[in-house]
């Protein structure tokens, strides 16, 4: 194959490498993201490169090229093993070259990161600044321990009100779950059903209606797109086209819709902690475990593979060897009493230094 040229790439046309990168993942039925995260870096290494074809590289080539993510960009040890995993596939999958040396190579070791997780009140005091849809979201990976494109993704036909239920479809690894329907968002997500129904009906009006539908669903059942069950519970508030196959439709609400809308919440209510849809999820597994639910039923409802990634919020919990009581709290005077009287006094005496040295000099 030849070397990727200049005005191929200036012009913004696909190579024809990329063209079948494209076609791999989606063979495979791989995440939209993690298509657009595995192209990335594939024309990352390619430009380092010197724009010249993965073929004609080799060890020296992908070692210097993670070398230089980690050294001179430093970036996350994530970061570097979506570039290595985007190189596996690469040679792998798509080119069908079996290279044992990037296989053995070997990967960042990734911190352990406790996740941030909010209190009780805390999650009331957040979701008390939040109305309308952004409070519904809120409410629901809260209340329902779903990913934030999970919820985007929530379709009309599978939230059961009946046994106040939800089934999330296609979750991460491509699984599908059950969750429950919390009785607070029930009154709530009709208002916002009746909404997305006169969206759809003005849509359908105007000659258009139809919604993306995964996999070949769309060929195998024309109409289904144009069904109600199948819209989007969050739709757009205005129609695109989709970029797959250039039709006019109505997509999801943008993820960062809600992000804009946590960010505001968490200044309003006065909570410094770092909040994203994300902390929603984590605080719904913790407040579960602190509930006395068991840790293979939380497991389930996020959707965990292995419980060991669930384990994790043990970590935060106040149970087993974490429930150690701190010696200062056993007994004995408390530093506290005798603390206040120097704190004051060392208030008043940089307020009056403050005063005298108003320069800072």
Same mark, same amino acid.
């Given at each position: 194959m030849s070397d990727l040229t200049e005005p191929e790439i200036l012009r913004g046309e696909k190579p024809r490498l990329l063209q079948q990168v494209h076609a791999a993942i989606r063979r495979l039925h791989y995440s939209r993201r993690t298509e657009e995260a595995y192209v990335h870096w594939i024309k990352r290494f390619i430009f380092w490169s010197g724009k010249r074809h993965p073929a004609g590289l080799g060890?020296?080539?992908?070692?210097?090229?993670?070398?230089? !993510?980690?050294?001179? =960009?430093?970036?996350?040890?994530? @970061? +570097?093993?979506? #570039?290595?995993?985007? *190189?596996?596939?690469?040679?792998?999958?798509?080119?069908?070259?079996?290279?044992?040396?990037?296989?053995a190579m070997v990967r960042a070791k990734r911190p352990v990161r406790l996740p941030v997780v909010l209190s009780p009140g805390e999650v009331a005091a957040l979701l008390a600044q939040l109305d309308g849809v952004h409070g519904l979201m809120a409410g629901i990976l809260y209340g329902c321990g779903l990913r934030l494109m999970e919820c985007l993704r929530l379709r009309v036909k599978d939230v059961d009100f009946a046994y106040r239920q939800i089934l999330v479809r296609d979750g991460k690894g491509e699984k599908d779950r059950v969750t429950m !329907?919390?009785?607070? =968002?029930?009154?709530?997500?009709? @208002? +916002?059903?009746? #909404?997305?129904?006169? *969206?759809?009906?003005?849509?359908?009006?105007?000659?258009?209606?139809?919604?993306?539908?995964?996999?070949?669903?769309?060929?195998?059942?024309?109409?289904?797109?144009?069904?109600?069950?199948?819209?989007?519970v969050f739709p757009s508030k205005s129609r695109s086209v989709d970029p797959e196959d250039g039709v006019i439709r109505r997509h999801h609400l943008d993820e960062s819709v809600l992000a804009r809308a946590l960010k505001e919440a968490a200044r309003d209510a006065?909570?410094?902690?770092?909040?994203?849809?994300?902390?929603?999820?984590?605080?719904?597994?913790?407040?579960?475990?602190q509930n006395g639910y068991d840790i293979r039923t939380v497991q389930e409802l996020l959707g965990h593979a292995d419980v060991s990634t669930t384990m994790i919020y043990t970590h935060v919990l106040n149970k087993g060897g974490r429930g150690v009581r701190s010696p200062l709290d056993a007994g004995g005077p408390n530093p506290q009493d005798r603390a206040e009287q120097p704190l004051a006094r060392y208030i008043s005496a940089s307020g009056s230094r403050a005063q005298s040295n108003p320069a800072g000099r």
């Open positions: 060890e020296a080539e992908v070692s210097a090229f993670l070398s230089h !993510l980690a050294v001179e =960009l430093n970036v996350a040890a994530a @970061t +570097q093993n979506q #570039a290595l995993a985007s *190189l596996l596939f690469l040679y792998k999958q798509v080119m069908g070259i079996e290279l044992p040396w990037l296989d !329907l919390p009785e607070r =968002l029930v009154q709530t997500l009709h @208002t +916002q059903l009746g #909404a997305a129904k006169r *969206l759809h009906a003005i849509d359908l009006r105007e000659g258009y209606g139809e919604v993306h539908l995964p996999y070949a669903l769309a060929r195998k059942y024309p109409r289904a797109g144009y069904e109600w069950g199948w819209q989007y006065g909570i410094v902690k770092r909040i994203s849809a994300h902390v929603l999820r984590h605080s719904f597994a913790t407040h579960l475990l």
